[in-house]
């Protein structure tokens, strides 16, 4: 079983950054792809970014150039070491949601039924 938990979501002023991470806990296999996903109020969950075990990252359009995903993926076997963060620049109102880290192993899934496990999620405020 795994076990995501989110952190580092608030309230910041549309321009400002924010980063959020996402620690596991459980066996992650190295072929497991994770994702962030977010959803706002009254909207459907959507995807946002993605990296895989060797590096690969893939993002929505709407965040690309204003995100960056990264991870800290030293030892299946490690699991204190196995976290992922998301680095969130020029922030705008429209980026506020609660945003939820995912793994799975469909490598560089958009789908969030491609993803096995989930965190509780984090909320991420934006105001104008």
């Known amino acids: 079983q795994v076990q995501l938990v989110e952190s580092g979501g608030g309230l910041v002023q549309a321009g400002g950054s924010l980063t959020l991470s996402c620690a596991a806990s459980?066996?992650?296999?190295?072929?497991?792809?994770w994702g962030w996903f977010r959803q706002a109020p009254g909207k459907e969950r959507d995807f946002v970014a993605a990296?895989?075990?060797?590096?690969?990252?893939?993002?929505?359009?709407?965040?690309k150039g204003r995100f960056a995903i990264s991870g800290d993926f030293t030892s299946s076997r490690d699991n204190a070491k196995n976290t992922m963060s998301l680095e969130m620049n020029s922030l705008s109102p429209e980026d506020t949601a609660v945003y939820y880290c995912?793994?799975?192993?469909?490598?560089?899934?958009?789908?969030?039924?491609?993803?096995?496990?989930w965190g509780q999620g984090t909320q991420v405020t934006v105001s104008s």
């Open positions: 995912a793994v799975g192993n469909v490598v560089g899934a958009h789908q969030g039924s491609d993803y096995d496990y």
């Open positions: 459980g066996r992650i296999f190295s072929w497991y792809t």
């Open positions: 990296i895989t075990w060797s590096g690969n990252t893939y993002y929505a359009d709407s965040v």
